[in-house]
């Protein structure tokens, strides 16, 4: 059924429905009301079915539980963390919960304030990549305080997120997800989220940088008329009143009073002498239980999907019986419960399997292959012979430990011994984790240029030192690498993989491969993605950001079947 009751926003302005799939952002300055304004919206919402999660990094929003005077019922909304929580929240639990509130299709408050400011990053970032990656439905997300999630001038440990804010406000409206940002320091907010509204919702602002934080968006959506006559009121507008412009989608611009909010305002500034601040006395009711075993199938869902977990347990189980010394072998089983696939599960696993047999081919005929065997043979020459090292089969479900008798037996000169460097250890970790694997999926993994010579200097002495075995298509560690790997954190794997390379490249190339991920595995040509992306295919810009990630051996295909790398797209699908 369509829906097709408008949103109304005060007396003087109603807007359509299709508002829960496009960007806002709403501006003002402390106590103009710009909370109230998102409230509105949201109430709108939720009353019309729409699911809708507000991420609230103060704790200010769990009054929608209850109704304006907190003698009654609000909103049926869930709130994850805070002081005022359904459900706690962990740091860890960013995709568990984003994967619930999409499948549920159920309307919630993240609230992160109670989480350091590095454990809220970290939730979220993985929290809004999921959101991003798994709607399909109509949904409408609010990010309060909206500078903290996407910072003009980010740290380094503050980009993964930043990333994921400009993926979702981007892109998010072809995956079912609109957005609305609320600030109260434009000026800090990042450019490139904030040129991408539709929709903007100005309080009051007083600060000249806040105020000229605004000329982009109207460079890009408005004309400098309109522009003077809202920035000449900005300063004098009264609490509640603000305007509302859309010039590309709805061409409108219009003063409203923005109606008072239905719901309890939990955000409300303490008073001078308020002796006994009001606390709701009644809520909304949610079904605790249900939600609560909708947690737990999701957990073990995620976990029956994760083999990389298992694969980490397998290989410490393998180093501490490599390091025993005893001449009795011991055989470990590890009881691995297999998934029952269904035809459209083999159907794509055949798929999967053609892909990377023609990655293969492709890869294995080009010049830059043949110059890094020889860089490995050349490395190799300069080392002297020694016996080849057993491999360990890996992920075989078995390991057995060689003889105390062979440990002694004499090494070639250097094998097994000096320190492990950082490039060495890595590789190492890799091959632990995920067996059996190239050269070139070696250098994915861990972050490398498979044409770098700190690359190859690095595969060479591994094998100098009877570390790894095999040819560059199949390496493997072996029981010396094991040895001198010992306890190691699993590198990352899965969505976090794809998270990791984003966090590395720059703007142009993190949207190149975000599109190329999502399409995987079919493949995009240049005018497509540049479609996708907003980028000129034409541009040095763009050619350069797909010459990058060929370079990194992220993408491959020729310019009119650019593909994701396999780790990466099946990684992005899960």
């Not at 740290?155 to 998010?172: C, W």
């Not at 079904?287 to 990389?308: H, Q, S, V």
């Amino acid at each position: 059924m369509t829906i097709t009751t408008p949103i109304r926003l005060g007396d003087e302005l109603s807007l359509p429905v299709d508002l829960v799939t496009e960007a806002i952002a709403i501006l003002g300055r402390r106590g103009k009301g710009k909370t109230n304004t998102a409230g509105v919206i949201v109430e709108e919402f939720v009353k019309l079915g729409v699911p809708v999660c507000v991420v609230d990094t103060v704790g200010v929003w769990w009054g929608l539980r209850s109704n304006s005077a907190g003698d009654g019922p609000g909103l049926p909304v869930v709130v994850f963390g805070g002081s005022h929580a359904d459900v706690p929240l962990e740091e860890g639990a960013g995709r568990v919960i984003a994967e619930v509130i999409v499948d549920r299709r159920i309307s919630a408050i993240i609230d992160t304030s109670l989480l350091s400011k590095a454990a809220a990053r970290r939730f979220l970032t993985a929290f809004v990549t999921e959101l991003y990656h798994r709607n399909r439905q109509p949904m409408h997300v609010v990010f309060d305080e909206a500078d903290e999630l996407a910072p003009q001038n980010p740290r380094a440990e503050g980009a993964p997120l930043l990333g994921a804010m400009e993926d979702f406000v981007r892109r998010g409206r072809a995956r079912g997800l609109g957005c609305t940002l609320v600030t109260q320091r434009p000026a800090v907010l990042n450019k490139d989220v904030l040129t991408q509204i539709e929709v903007l919702i100005a309080h009051g602002l007083t600060g000249p940088r806040d105020v000229a934080a605004i000329d982009e968006w109207v460079r890009l959506h408005a004309d400098t008329d309109q522009a003077a006559k809202v920035k000449k009121t900005l300063a004098s507008l009264p609490t509640g009143r603000a305007w509302v412009w859309s010039p590309s989608w709805l061409e409108i611009l219009e003063l409203v009073n923005v109606r008072a909010r239905d719901t309890f305002d939990s955000s409300a500034t303490p008073k001078v002498g308020q002796v006994d601040r009001l606390i709701p006395q009644a809520r909304s009711t949610i079904d605790l239980a249900e939600l609560g075993a909708a947690i737990a199938t999701t957990i073990e869902k995620a976990a029956a999907e994760n083999p990389a977990a298992l694969r980490a347990e397998i290989s410490r189980l393998r180093a501490q019986l490599t390091a025993k010394t005893t001449t009795n072998p011991v055989e470990v089983r590890v009881e691995v419960p297999v998934p029952t696939l269904t035809a459209e599960d083999r159907e794509r696993l055949d798929q999967v399997h053609a892909l990377l047999e023609r990655t293969h081919t492709l890869l294995t005929s080009t010049a830059d292959d043949v110059a890094h065997a020889f860089a490995e043979l050349k490395h190799i020459q300069t080392t002297p012979t020694q016996p080849e090292t057993p491999a360990i089969r890996t992920p075989s479900m078995t390991a057995t430990p060689r003889p105390a008798e062979a440990s002694s037996a004499p090494k070639a000169a250097g094998a097994s011994t000096g320190a492990v460097g950082k490039a060495e250890r890595a590789i190492l970790a890799a091959l632990a984790t995920h067996g059996t694997k190239s050269s070139t999926q070696i250098a994915l993994l861990t972050g490398y240029s498979s044409k770098g010579g700190g690359f190859a200097n690095a595969l060479g002495k591994l094998r100098s030192a009877g570390r790894i075995a095999g040819s560059k298509d199949a390496l493997e560690i072996t029981p010396v690498g094991v040895d001198a790997l010992g306890a190691y954190d699993p590198l990352p794997t899965g969505s976090q993989l794809v998270d990791y390379w984003l966090s590395r490249l720059g703007k142009a190339e993190r949207a190149i491969l975000n599109t190329l991920v999502d399409a995987w595995p079919a493949s995009l040509s240049n005018e497509e993605i540049s479609e996708l992306t907003g980028y000129t295919a034409s541009g040095g810009g763009f050619a350069n950001a797909l010459g990058r990630l060929r370079t990194l051996e992220l993408i491959t295909g020729p310019r009119t079947a650019n593909t994701a790398a396999a780790e990466l797209g099946a990684a992005g699908r899960r």
